[in-house]
């Protein structure tokens, strides 16, 4: 079988069924061999971080200021909106809601000792050159400096530098995260830890998939109530794109079918050819929801702060870093890592965790993101009817 045509979701799956399956019969020098493996590839990803900010949100945000007007800023002010609104509504969901489907499994999470009895044979410290904060003000300040300078150089420069960040993800990076995972999984069978783990998995996993479909039905409710449209049959025109989402994992590959379901949908094609290419890469509200979702429950069962006050500057800044998400396997979770550790204070196993339930439902929030783009080019049609 040629591993290279094994999607990354199946290979993580692997990861985590054989981490447990050998768990049960590896002897702890062979865990420990992971774990050091684990704890190099940790150091590196937290030095690579910083660059990974800056390679992917600077260029993004200089992309931006092609075609600059009015339309432009309404439909990034509409998707920006949308994505930070689907944060705040997976917050409070989990909020209201976690304590009494988890139950038990938080507190069997909370008792863990994930800094554990193994340790790794030794690590190598490669500390990160400049602070996660600092790199998103850098990018910022290259991404527009970028989008308003007539000349060709920055802008080279920097979709040179994002090519080079996107190969070290692809070709270094997603190679390595089955053999973390499978790290991770590894060391909790081996100390004990892994049932209440798979327990919680699985209802995070579900009571995500719920959240998914309300938020879809919220704002094709929205864009029914702007345009006097029927919501629930937009919804069902876009549903080709959904599948097609699914199958392809990206955002962008599925531009052709959300561009023709969102014409279907009554959409002008001068305004489904603008509003579409620009929402895959920044409407991201399934995304931000299955990140807040998980990061909660991490957050509550190790006993880390889960105020609003943290939270909705978590979702805010994360909703500008995903901008250039799309392009990059696993790309918002990736966005996600530098902040999970800087504003809500993820370890290396906490943000293992994140990035193996996550993947587990990567096709289901980038199908729900290219679904909810029809809600936006309906509205920002309907506005720019009206200005016409």
Request: net charge positive.
């Amino acid at each position: 079988m040629n591993l290279k045509k094994f999607g990354i979701l199946p290979k993580i799956l692997v990861a985590i069924a054989l981490g447990i399956l050998c768990s049960f019969f590896f002897p702890g020098w062979a865990v420990r061999v992971f774990l050091t493996f684990n704890s190099i590839f940790g150091n590196f990803l937290g030095m690579f971080i910083p660059l990974l900010i800056i390679g992917l949100v600077a260029p993004g945000i200089s992309d931006l200021g092609n075609g600059a007007g009015k339309l432009l800023l309404i439909t990034v002010a509409l998707a920006y909106g949308s994505t930070v609104l689907s944060g705040i509504f997976s917050y409070f969901s989990c909020y209201f809601t976690y304590p009494y489907i988890l139950g038990d499994g938080l507190s069997s999470l909370g008792n863990m000792d994930m800094s554990n009895r193994l340790t790794p044979y030794f690590t190598i410290e490669m500390p990160p050159f400049i602070s996660v904060t600092t790199a998103l003000v850098l990018a910022f300040i290259l991404g527009l400096t970028a989008s308003s300078t007539p000349g060709v150089f920055m802008k080279g420069f920097l979709t040179d530098f994002r090519d080079i960040v996107t190969r070290v993800i692809t070709r270094v990076i997603i190679p390595c995260l089955p053999i973390y995972i499978f790290g991770i999984f590894l060391q909790m069978g081996a100390e004990g830890h892994v049932g209440a783990v798979l327990g919680a998995f699985l209802k995070i996993v579900g009571f995500i998939f719920l959240l998914h479909v309300t938020e879809l039905l919220f704002l094709f409710l929205i864009a029914g109530l702007v345009t006097k449209k029927n919501p629930f049959r937009s919804l069902v025109t876009m549903l080709p794109a959904y599948v097609t989402a699914l199958g392809t994992s990206s955002s962008a590959a599925t531009i052709p079918v959300t561009l023709q379901q969102a014409i279907k949908n009554g959409v002008r094609s001068e305004t489904a050819s603008f509003t579409v290419p620009l929402c895959a890469t920044i409407h991201m509200p399934c995304s931000i929801l299955k990140i807040t979702a998980v990061a909660y429950a991490i957050s509550l069962s190790m006993g880390l702060p889960c105020d609003f006050g943290t939270y909705v500057g978590f979702i805010m800044m994360l909703g500008i870093t995903m901008v250039a998400a799309p392009g990059v396997p696993g790309g918002a979770i990736m966005a996600a890592l530098g902040l999970l550790g800087s504003m809500l204070g993820f370890d290396a196993n906490m943000q293992g965790l994140m990035i193996a339930i996550y993947i587990a439902m990567d096709s289901f929030g980038t199908a729900g993101n290219v679904t909810g783009d029809g809600a936006i080019a309906l509205i920002v049609d309907h506005i720019r009817g009206k200005k016409q």
